[in-house]
T-cell receptor
Framework: AQSVTQPDIHITVSEGASLELRCNYS??????LFWYVQSPGQGLQLLLK??????LVQGIKGFEAEFKRSQSSFNLRKPSVHWSDAAEYFC????????????FGQGTRLTINP | NAGVTQTPKFRVLKTGQSMTLLCAQD?????MYWYRQDPGMGLRLIHY???????AKGEVPDGYNVSRLKKQNFLLGLESAAPSQTSVYFC????????????FGPGTRLTVT
């Protein structure tokens, strides 16, 4: 069975600083990986996804993520954060592209200092 | 398109009361999901449906029932609410097997006292 761990419950960065959110997964085969963002009081929105091919994937809002099979990681990055990036971020894994279910990590809450 | 909508947005129940949460999507999606979100635990899947008239159990189905009588609606029922069911409930839908992205509703905040 798949599992996802997001080691950081809460991260605070200054506006304009770079950001990296960690995600580690456990799955025996090639995983299908996702990052979602949840703004306060809102539902989740897909930022980006990885299925195969180039291990560096670009998403919306200037985010990118890198799949590293050797480290079982799919970390989310942004070169320069904006105050509007304050939100909760969830990593998720599926067993296949068409997997019926996703398994979500615990989430990382991002706070931006002005 | 309204996307995925959830009714109600907030609700307070007393222990033992029942209620139904409604999820509606206007995107003609085949798959629909109910999750609960609790602090430090991410999203956990309660039940899901891969098409009209079908339902299946997720990770935490106990205490909940669901129905998918119409393709666009997915109902989540609590027959006898318990304080442990205090949570934020999210509905999501997905086009079908060939499309992986799930589209989420805004959530329902439920408090059971």
């Amino acid at each position: 069975a798949q599992s996802v761990t997001q080691p950081d419950i809460h991260i605070t960065v200054s506006e304009g600083a770079s950001l990296e959110l960690r995600c580690n997964y456990s799955y025996g085969a090639t995983p299908y990986l996702f990052w979602y963002v949840q703004s306060p009081g809102q539902g989740l929105q897909l930022l980006l996804k990885y299925f195969s091919g180039d291990t560096l994937v670009q998403g919306i809002k200037g985010f990118e993520a890198e799949f590293k099979r050797s480290q079982s990681s799919f970390n989310l990055r942004k070169p320069s954060v904006h105050w509007s990036d304050a939100a909760e971020y969830f990593c998720a894994v599926g067993a296949s592209r068409g997997a019926q279910k996703l398994v979500f990590g615990q989430g990382t809450r991002l706070t931006i200092n002005p | 398109n309204a996307g995925v909508t959830q009714t109600p947005k907030f609700r307070v129940l007393k222990t033992g009361q029942s209620m139904t949460l409604l999820c509606a999507q206007d995107m003609n999606h085949e798959y629909m999901y109910w999750y609960r979100q609790d602090p430090g635990m991410g999203l956990r899947l309660i039940h899901y449906s891969v098409g009209e008239g079908t339902t299946a159990k997720g990770e935490v189905p106990d205490g909940y029932n669901v129905s998918r009588l119409k393709k666009q609606n997915f109902l989540l029922g609590l027959e006898s609410a318990a304080p442990s069911q205090t949570s934020v409930y999210f509905c999501a839908s997905r086009r079908g097997q060939g499309e992986s992205e799930q589209y989420f509703g805004p959530g329902t905040r439920l408090t059971v006292t």
